[in-house]
């Protein structure tokens, strides 16, 4: 029973292409996040939503734009793939975002754009 | 800006010796700091500490957390193979809650 599981797992693709990964959570949060984990291991926040409403939104290009159906699923979509968004991308989850609880993470999605 | 800074980056070690890693932090407004293991897929969880000078123990791992001083130390005694990894701590605001991250220990545990 994955309580936070994305896919693909990996995904391989040109630049210039438009992808999607998805994200469900299973653990009744109401908070839901993506992250970026560059090749030194750095993980950074891209966007987070509260109940299908965004709270957070980091200096990420336009490219980006996530979309959450409802509050169990967060999808990111990326536009025009350039190089550099090669990455592992990570899902997460959290009851609130205001409660002192730990975010729990997805297995990530290995970005490659070749 | 909110900040937090890990060291060492990188540390060999061999089985049985005790590891201390550590993580310095500035911040406008504190509310935890997070200590996870990132292995070859999702960073587990391991702990959270929100007051100062208590110890969080699991194991053979403790860490605690100095908020006069800004920084936090993860001990592990008596390392083991599995528990080379990539060591995260994170620091979370209260305005939104996000969690900012620091560039990580990346630990290996020769046998």
């Known amino acids: 029973d994955t309580a936070v599981s994305q896919t693909p797992k990996y995904l391989v693709t040109q630049m210039g292409n438009d992808k999607s990964i998805k994200c469900e959570q299973n653990l009744g949060h109401d908070t839901m996040y993506w992250y970026k984990q560059d090749s030194k291991k750095f993980l950074k926040i891209m966007f987070s939503y509260n109940n299908k409403e965004l709270i957070i939104n980091e200096t990420v290009p336009n490219r980006f734009s996530p979309k959450s159906p409802d509050k169990a699923h967060l999808n990111l979509h990326i536009n025009s793939l350039e190089l550099g968004d090669s990455a592992v991308y990570f899902c997460a989850s959290s009851p609130s975002p205001r409660e002192k609880t730990p975010l729990h993470f997805g297995n990530g999605t290995r970005l490659t754009v070749t | 800006e909110d900040k937090v800074v890990q060291s060492p980056l990188s540390l060999v070690v061999h089985e049985g010796d005790t590891v201390t890693l550590n993580c310095s932090y500035e911040?406008?407004?504190?509310?935890?700091l997070l200590w996870y293991k990132q292995e070859k897929k999702a960073p587990t969880f391991l702990f959270m500490l929100?007051?100062?000078?208590i110890e969080k123990k699991s194991g053979r791992l403790s860490s605690i957390l100095d908020k006069k001083e800004l920084f936090s130390i993860l001990n592990i005694t008596a390392t083991q193979t599995g528990d080379s990894a990539v060591y995260l701590c994170?620091?979370?605001?209260?305005?939104?809650?996000?969690?900012?991250f620091g560039q990580g220990t990346t630990l290996q545990v020769k046998p």
């Open positions: 994170a620091l979370r605001s209260s305005n939104t809650g996000k969690l900012i």
């Open positions: 911040v406008t407004n504190f509310r935890s």
């Open positions: 929100t007051s100062s000078g």
